[in-house]
């Protein structure tokens, strides 16, 4: 298992957020056979919203560091917090949108370490 450290994604990691986003998608579209749309619009849209939902609450994005004294992002995960569909008693439920660990950095804990802060802030927030 690596050794890295975690970190809140804050505004200012939208882009590096957005762009690991962007890579786990396109790895995906290799899997899935669905293409992407790879228009810079799109992409400017999902880094602005990534910016905006840094402010929230109910959004938590994580970035994972490996590596001193120049640390380097190994992964990213993105989650929220949402209300169960209305046929439900009022609740609320955590949503896993996004994990992805860059190539070189798999099959050595990352996600498993991204996951358990996602579940431990699931839990605080009830």
Not at 68 to 81: D, L
Request: hydrophobic share 45%; charged share 20%.
């Amino acid at each position: 298992m690596l050794r890295i450290e975690i970190q809140k994604g804050a505004a200012k990691d939208a882009v590096v957020i957005a762009n690991l986003i962007k890579k786990m998608v396109l790895e995906m579209e290799q899997y899935a056979g669905h293409a992407i749309n790879e228009s810079p619009a799109v992409w400017s849209s999902v880094e602005n919203q990534v910016r905006a939902n840094t402010t929230r609450k109910d959004y938590l994005y994580l970035l994972a560091y490996c590596g001193s004294p120049t640390q380097k992002i190994v992964g990213v995960a993105a989650a929220n917090i949402e209300p169960l569909e209305n046929i439900f008693i009022e609740k609320k439920r955590l949503h896993l949108s996004a994990v992805y660990t860059i190539h070189d950095a798999r099959r050595q804990g990352v996600a498993w370490q991204l996951i358990q802060v996602v579940l431990a802030w699931g839990k605080q927030m009830n």
